[in-house]
C-alpha cells in the first residue's frame, strides 16, 4: 500500500505555526514577539453566523510556550541540545514554529522550531505541546554521511571532520510499512 503525506486529515482543524520573528535584533525599536501554535476549529465555519462581520460559534485556542521560560513549570522539559541563542530573548521567543504536519488521526501535530533546531510535539485534541525534541547534530566524519561542501562544478562526496545542524523548515509526515515517518528540509538559519 502507498501512503503519501497528508495535512489537514479529517478537515476539523487548521493549525497554523505562529513564527514570531524579531522585526530585528540589538535596534532600538526592535520587537521580539513570542512564537506560538494557532489551532482553528473550522467545522462551526458551516453552522456560524455572521454578526456584524465576526463568525459566531467559530473556536480558536493559541498554545505558547511560556511554560519552558526559564521560571515556567515546564522548563526541566527542555531538552539537552536544544539550540537557543536569541540575544536577550525568552525561551518562548527563542522558540519560533516554522510549518506543521499533522498524523493521519488528526490527533498528533509535529511543529518545527527551525532555529532551536528542534521539534515540538503537539496533543490536538487537548491542545498541549506534550514534548520538545531536539535534532542533534549529524557528523560528516564518519563514512556514509559524507557531503560536498565544495560550490565548484561536479561532485565530489567525502567526510570532513565537521557537524551540521539539521535545522528543519517544512516538514511532512509519512506512513511506511507500519511506521510513521516525519520528512524535513533542512534548510537552515541564524536567529541573529
Do not use: C
Not at 82 to 89: H, Q
Not at 90 to 104: F, G, K
Amino acid at each position: 500500500m502507498r501512503s503519501r503525506p497528508r495535512q489537514w486529515p479529517d478537515g476539523r482543524r487548521i493549525v497554523v505555526a505562529n513564527e514570531g520573528e524579531p522585526s530585528s535584533y540589538g535596534e532600538i525599536d526592535s520587537v521580539d514577539p513570542k512564537g506560538s501554535i494557532s489551532i482553528i476549529d473550522v467545522a462551526p465555519f458551516e453552522a456560524a453566523r455572521l454578526q456584524d462581520g465576526t463568525a459566531v460559534g467559530v473556536t480558536a485556542a493559541t498554545i505558547g510556550f511560556t511554560a519552558f521560560n526559564v521560571s515556567g513549570a515546564r522548563h526541566g522539559q527542555l531538552p539537552a541540545g536544544i539550540r537557543l541563542n536569541g540575544p536577550d530573548a525568552s525561551v518562548a521567543q527563542d522558540l519560533e514554529p516554522e510549518y506543521v504536519a499533522i498524523a493521519s488521526d488528526s490527533r498528533t501535530a509535529w511543529v518545527t522550531l527551525q532555529e532551536a533546531n528542534a521539534i515540538a510535539i503537539l496533543d490536538l485534541e487537548r491542545r498541549r505541546v506534550t514534548a520538545i525534541k531536539s535534532l542533534g547534530s549529524k557528523r560528516h566524519s564518519v563514512p556514509g554521511n559524507g557531503l560536498d561542501p565544495s560550490d565548484e562544478n561536479g561532485f565530489s562526496v567525502g567526510t570532513w571532520p565537521v557537524r551540521w545542524l539539521y535545522m528543519p523548515d517544512a516538514v511532512a509526515v509519512a506512513a511506511i510499512g507500519g511506521r510513521r515517518y516525519l520528512v524535513t528540509a533542512n534548510e537552515g538559519d541564524a536567529r541573529d
